[in-house]
T-cell receptor, first 112, second 115 residues
Framework: DAGVTQSPTHLIKTRGQQVTLRCSPK?????VSWYQQALGQGPQFIFQ???????QRGNFPDRFSGHQFPNYSSELNVNALLLGDSALYLC???????????FGAGSRLTVL | QQQVKQSPQSLIVQKGGISIINCAYE??????FPWYQQFPGKGPALLIA?????SEKKEGRFTISFNKSAKQFSLHIMDSQPGDSATYFC??????????????FGSGTQLTVLP
């Protein structure tokens, strides 16, 4: 059983560009959350999607947006990239109401 | 306050020793406290978790101790092994309007177990 899969694994962008990261949740999971993990730091919650709607949002600007598709997969979009957006972006999936989150290996974004 | 404070930042232990990582929180609404283990190039993986209605939970060599009055909890790794070398994160969350828990993570502890 495949766990949470994320793509791409690594990417490099320049300031001002836009990026789209993708996530396929673990089989049977219907909720997707996104986290940003800066180097040497713990993950920080960006937002959560369930039934194709954003349900919760952390303290991130509107440049960060997302989408969930009918098959429960999700995208994270970041516009007008800043150097400070360089980080590992983690997708986590879970079943509705469950405590356990399953994380993917992440997409490492470098902004030059 | 949503912050979870974790210490130490790094820890070096001899094989067979006990590794202890501590966390403290402020938000009394937190009701779920998991610990995650992260290896380089991998995402965090759930190790063990505790609810505030118990003071201790043990799974194999891993034990969580929880002190509700002090708002502190800790991870103990008994008989530490080189394969335990990883970064450990404590986290906390409370019930919310979302469909799944939103985790607030500590800053992480890089554990090195020497052979």
């Amino acid at each position: 059983d495949a766990g949470v899969t994320q793509s791409p694994t690594h990417l490099i962008k320049t300031r001002g560009q836009q990026v789209t990261l993708r996530c396929s949740p673990k089989s049977g999971h219907d909720t997707v959350s996104w986290y940003q993990q800066a180097l040497g730091q713990g993950p920080q919650f960006i937002f959560q999607y369930y039934e194709e709607e954003e349900r919760q949002r952390g303290n991130f600007p509107d440049r960060f947006s997302g989408h969930q598709f009918p098959n429960y997969s999700s995208e994270l979009n970041v516009n007008a990239l800043l150097l400070g957006d360089s980080a590992l972006y983690l997708c986590a999936s879970s079943m509705t109401g469950a405590n356990v989150l399953t994380f993917g290996a992440g997409s490492r974004l470098t902004v030059l | 306050q949503q912050q979870v404070k974790q210490s130490p930042q790094s820890l070096i232990v001899q094989k067979g020793g006990i590794s202890i990582i501590n966390c403290a929180y402020e938000n009394t609404a937190f009701d779920y406290f998991p610990w995650y283990q992260q290896f380089p190039g991998k995402g965090p993986a759930l190790l063990i978790a505790i609810r505030p209605d118990v003071s201790e939970k043990k799974e194999g060599r891993f034990t969580i101790s929880f002190n509700k009055s002090a708002k502190q909890f800790s991870l103990h790794i008994m008989d530490s092994q080189p394969g335990d070398s990883a970064t450990y994160f404590c986290a906390a969350s409370s019930l919310s309007s979302g469909s799944a828990r939103q985790l607030t993570f500590g800053s992480g502890t890089q554990l090195t177990v020497l052979p």
